[in-house]
């Protein structure tokens, strides 16, 4: 993939700064930022623009898996949609994440002004414009005000 544009460049670093802050002060798990590889159950490598893994996850990973694309699926991704990318193909990837272990999805679509809420055996659940968006259970106390996104 080429770099991204500086919008949504911004806009990525702003969500994984509100990830990273929660995450540094609840302390149950560990962020990663889009340029971050896993190797998925299924095999596919996939690089979430922002994720979240439950801390004894990464502890049971040896050293050297966690030096290449840990082969597991983050318990929360996020995608943000930049002009270039096509929702179709965002909303597959993040069924893909779904179907390969991923506790909580956000596909976070700016252009639009709308939200996917993905989550296991559970339909796609569609936010339009909406001010916050909640982690709990999965990230508990987080919340995110969506609207500094857009």
């Known amino acids: 993939m080429p770099p991204t544009g500086s919008e949504t460049g911004w806009r990525d670093s702003k969500l994984n700064l509100r990830l990273a ?3 540094e002060t609840e302390g149950t798990g560990l ?5 971050t ?7 596919a490598i996939r690089s979430p ?14 050293k050297d898996q966690r030096k290449g694309f840990a082969p ?4 929360f991704v996020a995608e943000l949609r930049s002009p270039t990318d096509r929702l179709s193909d965002l909303q597959d990837k993040m069924q893909e994440y779904i179907d390969n272990g991923t506790r909580l999805g956000w596909l976070i ?19 339009d414009d909406p001010a916050t968006l909640s982690g709990d259970p999965v990230l508990p106390g987080f919340v995110l005000a969506v609207r500094e996104l857009w």
Not at 37 to 43: D, H
Not at 109 to 127: A, F, G, N, T
Request: proline letters at 8%; aromatic letters at 14%; glycine letters at 6%.
């Open 72 to 75: 597991l699926c983050p318990d």
């Open 21 to 23: 802050v929660w995450a």
């Open 49 to 62: 623009d922002a994720s979240w893994i439950r801390r004894e996850r990464w502890t049971a990973l040896t």
């Open 37 to 43: 590889g896993f190797t998925l159950p299924n095999g």
């Open 109 to 127: 679509d700016p252009i639009d002004k709308r939200v996917y809420v993905y989550r296991p055996s559970q339909s796609v659940e569609m936010l």
């Open 31 to 35: 962020t990663f930022g889009s340029s």
